[in-house]
């Protein structure tokens, strides 16, 4: 017999709520998973993984790779895991034939705010739009450093994307200096304050964070440790609630930097951590479709009773 009593109904931002007592409500994207053996039923959250492709492989390498992962993950449940994947601009009308939103949503990396005008080399949401995308990235700390990229100009793209319904994905991160002198949390904060000033409360389920510490991606990225990652995001949670009160836990916040088939199962246990944005170890599609089936295994395991 089921212990718990638990209903379900549509939420105030189009999700279906499930919840095992009015003392604890779930918002979001939860789903129920019935464990017989231990007669109970656990409320279990979505996770999201994705990867952002950088200037990696060339048309045909991504639809390829598209057509191996959407095979691969096939048999996972997309209310389970959300699948999302980041091209390069010139692979982006190939891969949207590639693949079903429904199976991998597609995003840009990168996006002018204006819809046209004389802005050379530059592509507008209404291209991106054109093409399919479902979400635009905003801030990878590749634009923010490499190429200078103001936090100003990252909310400028967060607005532009969500005024062109798509999702916006902001990526938040502190430097090692800044870790350094002790100003993760005044970094973090700044970015995503600025990153979302002026986005209401209606747009909550279009928005989504990555946090990803500059001096753990790459090949000389260190990976932050499960419990600093952590730390970090209940941080980076508890402002989100400041800025757009309790609905504010419908935003997943993935961690990336350095994310591994080594590290990728405690990171995603974690409480806080609601998904994994991960860089060269998605690059095969065999390899990134392993670590999300072993990361979703890890996240059951470690869910509260
Ligand atoms: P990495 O990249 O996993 O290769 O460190 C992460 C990222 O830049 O998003």
Redesign the pocket.
Known sequence: MIKCAVSTRKGRFGQALIWGSPKFPVYGKSYLNLDKRKDRVVIVKKLYFGS?L?MYKTVQETTEYLKHLAEQTKDISREEAELFIIPSYTALADARKTVDPAQIKLGAQNMFWEEQGQFTGEISPIMLKELGMDLVMAG???RRHVFGELDTEENKKVKSALAHNMKALLCIGETGEEKDYGLSPEVLRTQLKIGFHGISQGQIPNLWVAY?PVW???VN?TPASADYAEEMHKLIKQTLKELFGKPSKEIPVLY????NPQNAEQLIAMPSIDGL?????AWEADKFAQLIRRAIKARKANQPA
């Open positions: 952002n950088k990878h700390s590749e990803e753990s991606i790459g990225g990336g930097g350095s994310v944005f991960v860089g060269r170890a």
